[in-house]
T-cell receptor, first 114, second 109 residues
């Protein structure tokens, strides 16, 4: 069964450094998402992406964040200058359609900012 | 503001039935989704209701009442592996996906 994959599973970085989190969505899906989940808290929407552009972003997704689909398979989240409060689990998700909200989540990348 | 409310914790006995409620207040509404998340794992899609009524998928059912801005997830014949957190989620008018804070389901043997 096809699945969303994410790398790395765990990323440790120093405050102020740039990180890139990588995702490979399910191949025939058209909608892509990034979420974050701080330990013990709810899943928070960051951004949705469709047709090579951002379709929606949350207040969390400020100028420090960017997303890119550099080729036909990868979908990346970049944090330019990490802060301590960026430490969280970051989930990528993809969906074949728009309205059903059937999203398939990747296993996540745990980001630890020191 | 926009919000989803669900109980923080629910406890039930193995083999029993449990209902997890979700009420929502959003600027727009397309449908209500439910996700399961085991500790350390990723959210897994369970169900989606766009129209009023009950949707059944095996041991899990989900209900929606748009007029009451309310839905619930019903889990039957509870198994120990059902111990997890359950999140309701909606897409608002701006297309952001909003998750509830999650309900931690504890199952007793």
């Amino acid at each position: 069964e096809p699945e969303v994959t994410q790398t790395p599973s765990h990323q440790v970085t120093q405050m102020g450094q740039e990180v890139i989190l990588r995702c490979v969505p399910i191949s025939n899906h058209l909608y892509f998402y990034w979420y974050r989940q701080i330990l013990g808290q709810k899943v928070e929407f960051l951004v949705s992406f469709y047709n090579n552009e951002i379709s929606e972003k949350s207040e969390i997704f400020d100028d420090q964040f960017s997303v890119e689909r550099p080729d036909g398979s990868n979908f990346t989240l970049k944090i330019r200058s990490t802060k301590l409060e960026d430490s969280a689990m970051y989930f990528c998700a993809s969906s074949p359609t728009y309205q059903t909200d059937t999203q398939y989540f990747g296993p996540g990348t745990r980001l630890t900012v020191l | 503001g926009q919000s989803l409310e669900q109980p923080s914790e629910v406890t039930a006995v193995e083999g029993a039935i449990v209902q997890i409620n979700c009420t929502y207040q959003t600027s727009g509404f397309y449908g209500l989704s439910w996700y399961q998340q085991h500790d350390g794992g990723a959210p897994t899609f369970l169900s989606y209701n766009a129209l009023d009524g009950l949707e059944e998928t095996g041991r899990f059912s989900s209900f929606l009442s748009r007029s009451d801005s309310y839905g619930y997830l019903l889990l039957q014949e509870l198994q120990m592996k059902d111990s997890a957190s359950y999140f309701c989620a909606v897409r608002d008018r701006t297309d952001k996906i909003i998750f509830g804070k999650g309900t931690r389901l504890h199952i007793l043997p």
